[in-house]
């Protein structure tokens, strides 16, 4: 009988361990393992006591959750102790994997366990052995998977597993891959007819309005749909139907559309919010969407994700973290005025604690599973073609290590991208050998160019891939790729406007007070203590642009790139731009109020206001109202209508 066959990716991600991260990059992975990251086992009972691990605290997803962030991080770093650790926890898991094949610890009744963790487990596994080789994660994935192949008979996904029943299809898959055994792609067709049918569901949508106040569900949590961007993605491997290629793009139009941010990402407070820029993001959702889009750029190819996996790294993802990364919030506003504690907040189910900075807001989930963001970021900047070529999809300073056609081929990428414009690459390989190089282009970049050290210039398409196919000179080959930035007008719902430049976003600076909180709470002394943090300069403005005259209303200088360079200090693009502030726009509740209902106009001083990279913000204006000139005074929507009467 022939063996069935997956449908194989447009790239084919490295294994852990062949990008390194280089220059800025590198730096901020430093910042994350001296911070939370590298030190949650040692005082946070969650994982330091982690049932995971022979203690008595939580043992459900946690300590995997942590895992799954912390060993890409540690080797990625080359960092030893951390590298120890992650060594001694997955090899306790492996060493008490249960006769059954279940991992990690169980509940009384295995049937009300939602297994949910083990897909996580089985995830966490996968990415030991590709800096490892440890041939006992073999051994451990296959029993475990036989074991939830019998357990799903008898007691059928649930509760988040059946939300999230397509992560269990990442390991699944590569196990398939390295064993061929048709029964994994059996329990892969299980998996799917008992989990939640996401494209079904997108169908016929209903969730287009901010989800009602105080009802959570599973439907719309943002993770969830942030998870779940992923789904039919990896279930077309097997599916083959376009149907199933169709419903993610079904699914990232109607999120954009009905609860995007300005970031890329969109709402959810725990549940989807809507699109008002005081809405939070959970810290999850952030760095799940980043995940989804890595394994959707390996499925499709589609440039597009890259532009947006990029937009959410260097704006959102930072932005969730106090510089030091030390503390985070659980959600994040694109309009965040305040950080505190305050009842009445916006949010649909969260607690009026979940935006401050700390170490678990409101939930400690986002606690445990923070570390992933920028670790797979870096693990995923390029990829290899089905033609054993390269493919750069997302850009940062790194170096890639490849064989090709038996030939060491290593790329180098040095840049300050994406503060600055340029991109300097240095392919080097040990022999002359030929392999196409494709290079992405963002939709953004209009007037993009790739110079050749041999003088040649290509005027490359945007929103594509370029290929370079030639055979490559034995030693190294100068590559300098410039995307030139131009700032936009982005138009934003409720006549307000947001301004990028590249992949950046730009949002007012404001001073900021930090105050500490919650000293009472068991482990919050420093570096990891609770904060909240209040403005101690205007917010409320409106700005004083148009499109036809945007390049001579903004202005924009570059400071040197900082030790810290996602930090209101060490902001290494400015932008100047005038504005006036509009007094009647004010502070509810620890979040910017609604706007005026009046023509926007303002009688307040011009003044010039500084912006800064949205990712190095911690208090921030980012969708601004535009201000028509005022004369001598303004005039309400309300008396105009009253003189007109």
């Not at 911690?618 to 000139?629: A, C, Q």
Request: hydrophobic share 40%.
């Amino acid at each position: 009988m022939r063996k069935p066959l997956l449908q194989q990716p447009y790239f084919k991600p490295f294994p852990l361990g062949n990008i390194k991260p280089l220059g800025w990059l590198k730096n901020q992975l430093r910042i994350q393992a001296n911070g939370l990251s590298g030190h949650l086992d040692e005082f946070w009972p969650d994982v330091k006591d982690s049932a995971w691990f022979g203690g008595n605290a939580e043992g459900w997803e946690r300590a995997p959750y942590w895992l799954d962030g912390v060993i890409p991080l540690s080797y990625l770093l080359g960092d030893p102790a951390l590298k120890a650790k992650v060594q001694r926890y997955v090899e306790y898991i492996m060493d008490h994997q249960q006769e059954d094949g279940w991992l990690g610890p169980r509940t009384e009744n295995d049937k009300r366990h939602d297994i949910w963790s083990l897909f996580l487990a089985l995830k966490v596994l996968l990415q030991y052995y590709e800096v490892t080789h440890d041939s006992r994660v073999i051994t451990a994935m296959e029993k475990s998977l036989r074991g939830i192949d019998r357990h799903i008979d008898a007691a059928p996904l649930f509760n988040w597993a059946q939300f999230r029943w397509f992560e269990a299809l990442i390991p699944l898959y590569w196990l398939y891959e390295r064993t061929g055994e048709e029964w994994l792609l059996q329990l892969a067709i299980k998996l799917h007819a008992q989990g939640f049918n996401w494209s079904a569901f997108f169908e016929h949508w209903p969730m287009t309005a901010p989800t009602e106040m105080k009802r959570w569900n599973y439907m719309s949590h943002v993770v969830n749909n942030a998870m779940a961007l992923k789904a039919h993605g990896l279930w077309q491997r097997q599916s083959g139907r376009e149907a199933d290629r169709a419903a993610v793009y079904n699914m990232l139009a109607q999120l954009d559309r009905y609860h995007g941010m300005v970031t890329g990402i969109f709402s959810g407070d725990e549940c989807l919010a809507g699109d008002s820029p005081i809405q939070g993001t959970e810290l999850c959702a952030v760095v799940e969407y980043m995940y989804s889009l890595e394994i959707l750029l390996s499925l499709f190819g589609d440039p597009a994700f890259g532009d947006r996996l990029e937009k959410i790294a260097f704006n959102a993802l930072p932005a969730t973290f106090s510089p030091d990364m030390w503390t985070h919030q659980y959600v994040q506003q694109a309009n965040q005025i305040e950080c505190s504690i305050k009842e009445h907040r916006p949010w649909n189910t969260n607690t009026p604690d979940a935006n401050i900075f700390g170490l678990e807001p409101h939930y400690g989930c986002c606690t445990a599973n923070l570390s992933q963001g920028w670790p797979k970021f870096a693990a995923h900047l390029w990829m290899q073609t089905a033609d054993q070529g390269l493919a750069a999809v997302a850009y940062a300073p790194n170096v890639v290590a490849a064989a090709i056609h038996g030939t060491r081929v290593e790329v180098r990428t040095e840049t300050d991208y994406p503060f600055r414009e340029t991109l300097k690459l240095s392919v080097n390989t040990d022999a002359p050998v030929r392999f196409p190089l494709l290079l992405r282009i963002p939709q953004w970049a209009a007037g993009a160019t790739i110079s050749l050290d041999n003088g040649e210039v290509i005027l490359p398409q945007i929103g594509d891939f370029h290929r370079l196919e030639r055979e490559w000179k034995r030693g190294i080959t100068e590559i300098t790729i410039k995307f030139p930035m131009q700032p936009q007008l982005i138009r934003r719902p409720r006549r307000t406007v947001a301004i990028e430049r590249g992949p950046l976003v730009y949002s007012l600076k404001i001073e900021e007070e930090w105050k500490r909180v919650n000293t009472d709470k068991p482990h919050r002394e420093l570096p990891h203590a609770d904060y909240e943090i209040y403005a101690t300069t205007s917010w409320n403005y409106g700005l004083e642009v148009t499109e036809d005259t945007l390049e001579q209303s903004l202005v924009f200088t570059e400071q040197p790139l900082s030790e810290c360079p996602f930090s209101p200090a060490g902001a290494s693009v400015v932008c100047k731009v005038k504005g006036r502030k509009i007094s009647e726009w004010q502070n509810e509740h620890g979040s910017a109020g609604p706007l005026p209902e009046r023509l926007m106009a303002s009688s307040e001083p011009e003044e010039e206001l500084t912006l800064i990279p949205y990712g190095c913000t911690n208090l921030r204006l980012t969708e601004f109202p535009v201000l028509r000139r005022a004369s001598h005074s303004w005039r309400s929507i309300a008396s105009l209508k009253a003189e007109a009467r």
